[in-house]
């Protein structure tokens, strides 16, 4: 039996276009009945449970990418090796089809941190290899247009995205979307998972849950689920990607940038670190070019102020949506 054979995978989700096959569960994720899963969800990712053991051995100069966001990269015998910074690890093998990824849990770590690495790092890695565009971003429908805000870790977009919910608009993501030219060169956006993870000390929890208290990883994060699910939700059109930056005024600022203005920040909000070494600079470059031709892109500097949140919410949605 190979080392990486596992039992059948049983539960079968959708994300990013995709059928999810899990042979673990994944809270994160719903379970899509059969008829219910989008005709488009063709293509099939298996998530596979594997031991620590069974990890290929790697040596220090296998490692291409160290602690990039998170996340090191090693070419290694028979495929490609990732670890996150949790201790989590995965493997991608050299099958030419990259559609199974095996995963092992980090010592001493939670379910939702495991579950959370596998999908918001591992698996936009894997699809990035599969030739996709998976962008760093949270994304909303607004009047069935999709509107990403992209950034750092930190600069409120899981806050946005919760913000959006509760107006009861769709969100696509709160931290990864993929997007995928269509006939005509228009560019779609993929949902992915719903809720949003928000920091322990974020105005949008309760009081019972609320604190300054650090733990392992930093700030702990809840997990909330609200607004419309979008499980089912075909792709929609991408109509605008505003990237997020500290402002003054609680007032959104809106900043047009020029396509070769643009290039740069979807650069830093691609997922790119598991790709090729030798052909990596030019792959991004190219799958950020057409993202910045393809769509309007802007800065868009804020303050975030929990006495002024629904209105910088509001404020979003309607300038969002008359300036893309």
Not at 47 to 71: A, H, M, N
Not at 176 to 198: C, E, K, T
């Amino acid at each position: 039996m190979s080392p990486f054979q596992s039992r059948e995978a049983a539960a079968q989700l959708v994300a990013h276009g995709y059928r999810i096959r899990s042979d673990f569960p994944i809270a994160e994720l719903a379970v899509a009945p059969p008829d219910a899963v989008p005709s488009a969800a063709s293509a099939i990712i298996t998530l596979r449970r594997i031991e620590r053991r069974r990890l290929p051995v790697t040596t220090p100069r296998d490692w291409f990418v160290r602690d990039v966001g998170g996340l090191s990269v090693a070419r290694c015998e028979g495929g490609l090796q990732m670890a996150s910074y949790c201790g989590s690890a995965a493997f991608v093998p050299d099958d030419g089809q990259g559609a199974v990824l095996h995963v092992c849990r980090g010592p001493h770590i939670s379910t939702s941190r495991f579950n959370h690495t596998v999908l918001h790092s591992f698996l936009p890695q894997l699809l990035a290899l599969r030739g996709e565009t998976m962008l760093h971003a949270t994304s909303v429908v607004i009047a069935g247009r999709v509107y990403a805000f992209a950034g750092a870790s930190g600069m409120g977009k899981s806050t946005l995205a919760a913000g959006f919910a509760a107006l009861g608009l769709p969100v696509f993501s709160e931290d990864v979307v993929r997007v995928a030219h269509r006939d005509g060169g228009a560019l779609l956006a993929w949902p992915s998972y719903p809720g949003a993870r928000l920091r322990s000390n974020s105005f949008l929890l309760p009081d019972d849950k609320r604190s300054d208290v650090g733990g392992r990883f930093g700030l702990p994060k809840h997990r909330v689920y609200v607004g419309v699910s979008t499980a089912e939700h075909p792709p929609a059109p991408l109509a605008g990607v505003f990237f997020l930056r500290a402002g003054r005024s609680v007032s959104p600022r809106f900043t047009r940038l020029t396509p070769m203005q643009a290039i740069k920040p979807l650069l830093k909000s691609c997922f790119i670190q598991a790709l090729p070494k030798a052909t990596r600079g030019r792959e991004a470059f190219l799958r950020a070019t057409r993202v910045a031709m393809a769509v309007p892109s802007f800065e868009l500097r804020y303050r975030r102020s929990a006495a002024h949140f629904e209105a910088l919410v509001a404020a979003l949605v309607r300038d969002a949506a008359a300036l893309a």
